[in-house]
């Protein structure tokens, strides 16, 4: 369903919706939007990304896209009865249009936040679904520990040459990415060589109060 055009320029617009999509979708021409939020009046902030954010989320886990399209999933399905605010920044002269899919009824969130990771002391992740580094660097270490007790040094060429087998690799910083939809990873500590900022999405059952970070 369409839930409504952006105001060209940079320009803010705010939807209230009394339920949650499963997915947002968007086709910026022009240039990706300077932010996206969606706030839960009830369990706390459902998303909440940049540009640099939404580049990286809204292409993964697809083999092809909609030319200059953007989805973002939110839920795990059609999220009844549960208020949000969905507020964007647009960027340049365009009008894109909002979407908001769903196949099906849901039972969580899917929760998408950014957060900074220091030099050298770096950042440890758990519990997430995936984990998207665009500003990685060829110094960066990712020492992944899996739920079977292995523990391994990746590099980022690593992360896009595995990740290729089950997705559409475009060869671009959105494609720093780790994968743990299957729940195979147990902990990921990330140490860049320079302070740069890095995003997660995992799942939140509905009802529970939505974590205020990546590392919540």
């Known amino acids: 369903m369409k839930i409504g055009t952006l105001t060209t320029g940079a320009a803010e617009n705010t939807w209230p919706l009394t339920f949650v999509p499963q997915a947002l979708f968007y086709v910026a021409a022009v240039g990706q939007l300077t932010s996206l939020r969606i706030d839960s009046v009830d369990f706390g902030t459902v998303l909440n990304l940049d540009s640099d954010g939404l580049d990286a989320i809204a292409v993964a886990g697809h083999i092809d896209r909609v030319t200059n399209g ?3 999933q ?4 059609k999220l009844e009865d549960t208020k949000i605010d969905i507020v964007t920044l647009n960027a340049g002269a365009q009008t894109p249009t909002l979407f908001g899919l769903a196949t099906g009824r ?3 969130f899917v929760q998408a936040v950014g957060q900074k990771a220091l030099a050298d002391s770096g950042i440890t ?3 997430f679904s995936r ?3 665009p500003n990685a660097a060829a110094a960066d270490i990712f020492n992944i ?3 079977d007790g292995l523990n391994y040094k990746w590099t980022r060429e690593e992360l896009q040459a595995f990740l290729a087998i089950s997705n559409d690799v475009l ?3 959105d494609d720093y990415l780790i994968d743990n939809s299957n729940q195979n990873i147990k902990s990921v500590q990330f140490i860049p ?3 740069q900022q890095i995003y997660v999405q995992r799942l939140v059952p509905i009802g529970i109060t939505l974590p205020v970070d990546a590392l919540s």
């Open 131 to 133: 984990a998207y580094f």
């Open 193 to 195: 060589a320079a302070d």
């Open 125 to 127: 992740l758990s519990n």
């Open 145 to 147: 520990t899996f739920k």
């Open 70 to 72: 953007y989805f973002i």
């Open 74 to 77: 939110i839920a795990t399905g």
């Open 171 to 173: 060869n671009a910083s």
């Open 106 to 108: 849901g039972d969580a």
